[in-house]
């Protein structure tokens, strides 16, 4: 009974955590962006140009971000990311070229960079000071997934009924005042103090202290591997699913359809992670091998509901691990550093990502997209291996132990 009442009672404070997420998420552009891209003089090159704009500001701010948030506050990093993400909803809106569009995807990287790995950091910690433990961690993320998959569905829904009624432009500009509205979500979040010790160190200190935790802890480097691969995995599926589409030549009325299961993925892999025992050898190699089959699969399929049924599968369970890993890192890593090492991760996963992404790109135009797949399929199996690698050995305690021993090291 008391363990059901602290569970509630960690619900209702991350209720406001819940609402600014549902409404950072709320992009009714986001459907119609290479629509209005279209209108205001943008190519193929110009549109690759943006997408790199942002790919580049990630990678740059993630980690600067993370330690700030760690050493200041994750509800006023939120803040800032919905800033940024307003002006880029701001700035696209009143843009007529390809330049001044440009600033609007800068403010977008800005947006990615503050948001990574502090949601998660701020669930945790949560947990921690309501529960005791993190052990409802993947159940309490896999909602917040959940809400964030379905403001991305209503929204793009929204969004193209709102574009044909009015213009793809005023999407960008109705989306504005949702971003501001989270601020005053995020805002009324009563922040966890588990990462404020009594005597802050000093900044140096903590930067390296958030550098060798990345670098040169080896009981987290099988977790930190299981994150790229997941990950990039999943940014795979997700920037090249719809080729496969193209490549049997799909009707042009099932790209919707198709669009939107893939991404409900995003909430229902969530969802999925709690109720999924990775520390169970079997599990884990069941959804090694499914994630395999999959991507085998795309090597293979021709038809649009196969292509699709295998991509949800990828989508679901990549998902589901990036939640399920979320929690290992941060079992292990103190939360004095918990926001800083996320965010480093995911900055790892972008400098793999994009390498990546022009390998498989230039397979695909080589060799097709079929024969592309087998780049996945490579990736599948060492991802297999690990998630068996960690329900096997890992050993969270031992790591948090090691951890807060680098910590007052340094």
Not at 105 to 111: D, I, T
Not at 230 to 236: E, G, I, K, P, S
Request: aromatic share 8%; hydrophobic share 55%.
């Amino acid at each position: 009974m008391n363990t059901d009442v602290t569970r509630r009672g960690a619900h209702r404070r991350l209720l406001p955590l819940q609402i600014g997420i549902a409404l950072q998420g709320f992009m009714l552009w986001l459907p119609v962006e290479k629509l209005f891209m279209s209108e205001i003089g943008f190519d193929p090159a110009t549109i690759g140009l943006v997408a790199g704009a942002y790919a580049v500001m990630v990678p740059l701010l993630e980690v600067p971000s993370g330690i700030l948030a760690d050493r200041w506050s994750r509800r006023g990093v939120l803040a800032v990311a919905s800033v940024a993400l307003a002006a880029c909803d701001l700035i696209g809106g009143l843009s007529h070229d390809v330049t001044t569009y440009l600033l609007s995807a800068l403010a977008l990287g800005v947006y990615f960079a503050m948001y990574s790995g502090t949601v998660e950091a701020m669930v945790y910690d949560t947990l921690v000071e309501e529960t005791g433990t993190g052990d409802d961690f993947e159940r309490q993320l896999g909602r917040m997934r959940f809400v964030e998959s379905m403001a991305l569905v209503v929204s793009s829904l929204a969004g193209g009924w709102v574009a044909s009624l009015l213009s793809p432009r005023a999407t960008y500009l109705l989306t504005v005042p949702f971003a501001l509205l989270s601020i005053g979500a995020y805002l009324r979040f009563r922040e966890p103090r588990l990462h404020r010790p009594s005597e802050p160190a000093p900044l140096a200190q903590h930067v390296a202290t958030t550098f060798r935790t990345l670098t040169r802890q080896r009981c987290l480097l099988p977790i930190i591997t299981l994150s790229v691969l997941a990950d990039v995995l999943l940014q795979t599926v997700f920037e090249f699913g719809p080729l496969w589409l193209v490549a049997v030549s799909a009707p042009a009325v099932l790209f919707g359809p198709y669009w939107a299961g893939l991404v409900s993925t995003h909430g229902l892999g969530g969802l999925l992670a709690g109720r999924l025992d990775f520390t169970r050898p079997a599990t884990a190699l069941a959804v090694g091998g499914l994630i395999t089959g999959a991507a085998a699969m795309l090597t293979v399929a021709r038809g649009v509901v196969a292509i699709t049924a295998a991509q949800i599968v990828l989508g679901l369970l990549l998902m589901a691990i990036t939640v399920h890993v979320s929690r290992l890192l941060n079992d292990a890593v103190p939360s004095t550093v918990r926001a800083g090492v996320a965010s480093g991760v995911s900055t790892m996963t972008w400098l793999v990502f994009l390498p990546f992404s022009l390998l498989f790109g230039a397979f695909s135009n080589a060799l097709g997209v079929h024969s592309a797949a087998l780049l996945i399929v490579g990736l599948a199996l060492p991802l297999t291996g690990l998630v068996a690698l960690t329900a096997r050995r890992w050993e969270p305690a031992g790591c948090v132990q090691r951890q807060t021993s680098a910590l007052e090291s340094v």
